[in-house]
């Protein structure tokens, strides 16, 4: 057994890492100081293959979309046109459609219970604090919490000093930072991504891409936009979803998150922006 | 309330008294059919042992029928929001028992529980009961799908996203029944006493009328709507702490 555990000694906390031999190094902080120490699972790739209709009308078919092992999975495409339902059929949530085709992860194990998955509204408890907003998984499922975790992840997300807050206390970039530490808290390895993001300005939201793309580094993600910037900035893997069917852009091989102003994450905006307007 | 909405409900409740004392000096109306205003106060100040004592009684009754009709209307809400057996054997017979006047029931609770505290009690109770259920219920369903959904990718158990989804996410729904209930259950308790009491202001009332008093009589009934006031507020208030965003 490997891991740390803080050290309260005059005062100061202190860090003790130890392994089955006993302690072996005192550190100066329990905070990780990269995201690595966050943690993850490990990476798996998700396969979608099939089609959906809604009392009998065709909403798609035939559509195959791969979700590469630890990156980030951009589904692009305009409103009503699907996407959300493909999210909601991975996550094993009622979808309301029939669905033919079979989801499937590369190892073979059931999909459903390694999700984590954050929606366009924060969905933060509105009458609990935001410490049990962050802890709400293991509340909801009778279990003990990682303290350690828990602190780490609410430092990452700048709301340290906010714990005994309500959420309607925070601002919407910082309600959307809380649902990120809680996604993040239930430490799965695949997440799901319905447009967290859409409902920020401008400025909130390219700082937000920052961090989801910087903390979610290594699991495998699947974001659900309707924005072109937000695929070309933070897609390993872009999808466009029209109605005709789904296509794949050629992204360069950047790391995300790619700049702003990158020429080639705006190029990669521009020629998702045509794929958009362009009929079918 | 701000000061001016405050003066205005005192200006307003002036204009009433006024109407009234006008009426009562322009018909000549003899004091035995309606009272001045003066006249009730008087009743009231000479009363008021015999109001206080009588007021204490139907308060009694009034907050037990409260703490438990809205105890069994929380539990009846929660065993039908948990299990769909239970929705299905329940509502029929709920929308059914919802239709009849729980008034009417008045005589035959006098007959099953005596004269004294029990039979208003149960009164207050079932007429407590009804709202505080069907309005706890209804926001007990109406837990908003993205909780429901968020809850399910966590893996909570179903008994655990009742007790920390969806009961906290209808507490409103709570607060509002209980406010219906804090109106309705005063006239619960009055009705029992008119029925068949030896104590309490719904019986103080029926004596006074009998008797002609009728200044005592509108003494108590002033006493009577004071304490619904007061009531509503203090749920009232426990609403607002209910409130999500207090």
């Known amino acids: 057994m490997v891991g740390r555990f803080a050290v309260h000694r005059n005062g100061n906390s202190?860090?003790?890492?130890?392994?089955?031999?006993?302690?072996v190094a005192m550190v100066e902080s329990c905070m990780p100081s990269d995201t690595s120490a966050i943690g993850q699972g490990q990476a798996v790739a998700v396969a979608f293959r099939g089609g959906a209709t809604l009392e009998g009308s065709v909403i798609f078919e035939n559509l195959e979309l791969l979700m590469p092992a630890g990156r980030w999975t951009s589904l692009l495409g305009h409103s009503g046109v699907g996407k959300t339902t493909i999210l909601r059929l991975i996550a094993g949530l009622d979808?309301?459609?029939?669905f033919k085709g079979d989801i499937v992860a590369s190892d073979g194990k059931p999909i459903g219970p390694r999700v984590a998955y954050m929606a366009q509204s924060d969905l933060l408890f509105p009458w609990a604090s935001i410490r049990n907003n962050i802890l709400a998984g293991a509340r909801l499922r009778g279990e003990a919490h990682d303290t350690l975790r828990f602190d780490a992840l609410l430092e990452r997300t700048g709301l340290t000093g906010h714990a005994d807050k309500r959420p309607h206390q925070l601002s919407g970039g910082q309600r959307q930072r809380a649902a990120l530490a809680r996604t993040l808290m239930e430490n799965r390895p695949i997440i799901l991504l319905d447009e967290p993001f859409a409902s920020l300005d401008a400025r909130t939201k390219a700082q937000m891409q920052d961090l989801a793309s910087e903390l979610l580094n290594g699991r495998t993600v699947l974001q659900v936009t309707h924005d072109p910037?937000?695929?070309a900035r933070l897609g390993h893997r872009i999808y466009v979803m029209r109605r005709s069917g789904l296509h794949s852009e050629p992204v360069s091989d950047s790391i995300p998150p790619r700049q702003v102003d990158d020429p080639e994450c705006l190029r990669v905006q521009g020629q998702l922006h045509r794929f958009l307007l362009e009929a079918g | 309330m701000s000061l001016r909405l405050s003066l205005l409900g005192l200006l307003g409740?002036?204009?009433l008294v006024a109407l009234w004392q006008a009426v009562v000096s322009l018909a000549d109306l003899p004091r035995f059919i309606l009272p001045g205003p003066l006249l009730v106060l008087e009743a009231l100040w000479v009363n008021r042992e015999l109001i206080a004592g009588h007021s204490l009684v139907t308060l009694a009754e009034v907050l037990m029928g409260m703490v438990l009709g809205a105890a069994l209307g929380f539990a009846t809400a929660v065993s039908l929001a948990y299990s769909p057996t239970a929705r299905n054997l329940v509502r029929p017979v709920l929308v059914f028992s919802q239709a009849v006047p729980v008034f009417a029931l008045a005589p035959i609770l006098t007959l099953w529980l005596g004269y004294g505290l029990l039979s208003k009690v149960a009164m207050a109770v079932l007429i407590i009961y009804f709202p505080v259920t069907s309005s706890f219920f209804d926001g007990?369903?109406?837990?908003?799908?993205?909780?429901?959904?968020?809850?399910?990718?966590?893996?909570?158990?179903r008994g655990r996203q009742l007790l920390l989804v969806r009961i906290p996410s209808a507490m409103p729904s709570l607060a509002s029944g209980l406010r219906l209930g804090a109106v309705y259950a005063p006239i619960g308790a009055v009705i029992g006493e008119w029925?068949?009491?030896?104590?309490?202001?719904?019986?103080l009332m029926l004596l006074a009328n009998g008797r002609v008093k009728i200044d005592l009589m509108f003494a108590a009934l002033l006493v009577l709507g004071l304490m619904a006031v007061l009531l509503y507020v203090m749920v009232d208030r426990l609403g607002h702490w209910m409130r999500h965003d207090a």
């Open chain 2, 195 to 203: 029925v068949g009491a030896s104590k309490g202001l719904g019986y």
């Open chain 1, 14 to 23: 202190k860090c003790a890492e130890f392994n089955d031999s006993g302690v």
């Open chain 2, 13 to 15: 409740v002036f204009l």
């Open chain 1, 229 to 231: 910037a937000e695929a």
């Open chain 2, 140 to 157: 007990l369903m109406r837990t908003p799908r993205g909780f429901l959904d968020l809850a399910g990718t966590m893996g909570a158990s």
């Open chain 1, 95 to 98: 979808a309301a459609v029939e």
